[in-house]
C-alpha cells in the first residue's frame, strides 16, 4: 500500500510568486489535512479537505488555499509568496470518519522563499 | 483559547533506560490525544492515542498516560533504542460540531544516548 506523496519535495521560489503543492493520499482515505512546519511555530494546521470540501480551517491569511479532488488529491496554493512562509508543508491522509484518529504524514515539501 | 505545550524542548536518555516525555494542554473539552514521532527528513508518525474518557493505555513499549485534572499527558518509552531519537509532538483533537481540528505542540527533541 502506497503512503502519502507530496510533490515537489524541494522548491525555492522568490518573494511575490505563488506555489502550488500536490499531495497524493493513501488509496481508500478521503480525507487531507495540510500543516505548516517551523522551527519557531511547530506544526500549524492549514485546512481539511473531506469528500472536495473543505471541513476544516487553520488562522491561516486567504493567501493560503486548497482544494480536493474526486481522487482525493490535494493541492496547496500560497500566493503572494513572502519570506516568512518558508518551511515545511505537510499533508496528512485519514479515513476521515469520526474518532479516527490515525493520520499519516506524508515526508513534506520544504519551500524556500527568496 | 486552545494551547498545546511541552515543560522540556530537549531530553537525553542513556539507550536502555525508560524515557518520559510530557505535555500540557489547556483545554478541558479536547476529545483525545495523539503523539507522533518525527525522525529527520521525514513526516510525523502516529505513534498511539488515547482518549478523554482513560487514563492509560499501553502500546508496543510506549504508554501514555493522561491526567485531565492537571491538564497533563506523558509519553513513556521503555528501554529507549537508538531509533527512538526523534521529535516528539503530542497533540489535541477537539471535535467541534462533527468537525476535528488536530492542534499540536511545539515538539520534544529525544536523543538517546549509546
Known amino acids: 500500500k502506497a503512503g502519502v506523496t507530496q510533490t515537489p519535495r524541494y522548491l525555492i521560489k522568490t518573494r511575490g510568486q505563488q506555489v502550488t503543492l500536490s499531495c497524493s493520499p493513501i488509496?481508500?482515505?478521503?480525507?487531507v489535512s495540510w500543516y505548516q512546519q517551523t522551527p519557531g511555530q511547530g506544526l500549524q494546521f492549514l485546512f481539511e479537505?473531506?469528500?472536495?470540501?473543505?471541513?476544516n480551517k487553520g488562522n491561516f491569511p486567504g493567501r493560503f488555499s486548497g482544494r480536493q479532488f474526486s481522487n482525493s488529491r490535494s493541492e496547496m496554493n500560497v500566493s503572494t509568496l513572502e519570506l516568512g512562509d518558508s518551511a515545511l508543508y505537510l499533508c496528512a491522509s485519514s479515513l476521515g470518519a469520526a474518532g479516527d484518529t490515525e493520520a499519516f504524514f506524508g515526508q513534506g515539501t520544504r519551500l524556500t522563499v527568496v | 483559547g486552545e494551547s498545546v505545550g511541552l515543560h522540556l524542548p530537549t531530553l537525553s536518555v542513556q539507550e536502555g533506560d525508560n524515557s518520559i516525555i510530557n505535555c500540557a494542554y489547556s483545554?478541558?473539552?479536547?476529545?483525545?490525544f495523539i503523539w507522533y514521532k518525527q525522525e529527520s527528513g521525514k513526516g510525523p508518525q502516529f505513534i498511539i492515542d488515547i482518549r478523554s474518557n482513560m487514563d492509560k493505555r499501553q502500546g508496543q513499549r510506549v504508554t501514555v498516560l493522561l491526567n485531565k485534572t492537571v491538564k497533563h499527558l506523558s509519553l513513556q518509552i521503555a528501554a529507549t533504542q537508538p531509533g527512538d531519537s526523534a521529535v516528539y509532538f503530542c497533540a489535541e483533537i477537539l471535535n467541534n460540531f462533527g468537525n476535528e481540528k488536530l492542534t499540536f505542540g511545539t515538539g520534544t527533541r529525544l536523543t538517546i544516548i549509546p
Open positions: 488509496s481508500g482515505h478521503r480525507s
Open positions: 479537505y473531506f469528500s472536495e470540501t473543505q471541513r
Open positions: 483545554n478541558s473539552a479536547s476529545d483525545y
